[in-house]
């Protein structure tokens, strides 16, 4: 298993940026294929963003696509996402969240239930 922590939360003005990382326990980093989501009050969980295990694929939500940007650094055992142009429907709790290897059903990336580990969250504010 792995444990999972996000850091890099804040308050920022429109039309900011912020980086999040999420730091990852264990030497088997690499093994695993993480995932961003995001939950604002009174919302469902949304999906964010996709890398696998390697590096070597990502995917995007529409709604953040040309602003953010996931990466990670398996030698560092950390996972980011990189956050520009900020705007206000930005603001929401953000999740990092791994699973084994990937998920293999088409499409199952998007879906938090296919990912067993979750870090506590980071709280992201954008003020208009």
């Known amino acids: 298993q792995v444990q999972l922590v996000e850091s890099g939360g804040g308050l920022v003005q429109a039309g900011g940026s912020l980086r999040l990382s999420c730091a990852a326990s264990?030497?088997?980093?690499?093994?695993?294929?993480m995932g961003w989501f995001r939950q604002a009050p009174g919302k469902e969980r949304e999906f964010v963003s996709h890398?696998?295990?390697?590096?070597?694929?990502?995917y995007i939500a529409d709604s953040v696509k040309g602003r953010f940007t996931i990466s990670r650094d398996n030698a560092k055992n950390t996972l980011y996402l990189q956050m520009n142009i900020l705007k206000p429907e930005d603001t929401a709790v953000y999740y990092c969240?791994?699973?084994?290897?990937?998920?293999?059903?088409?499409?199952?990336?998007?879906?938090?239930?296919?990912?067993?580990?979750w870090g506590q969250g980071t709280q992201v504010t954008v003020s208009s």
């Open positions: 969240a791994a699973v084994l290897w990937g998920c293999i059903e088409s499409g199952c990336y998007l879906r938090g239930a296919s990912y067993p580990y």
């Open positions: 264990g030497r088997t980093f690499s093994n695993y294929a």
């Open positions: 890398i696998t295990s390697s590096g070597g694929l990502t």
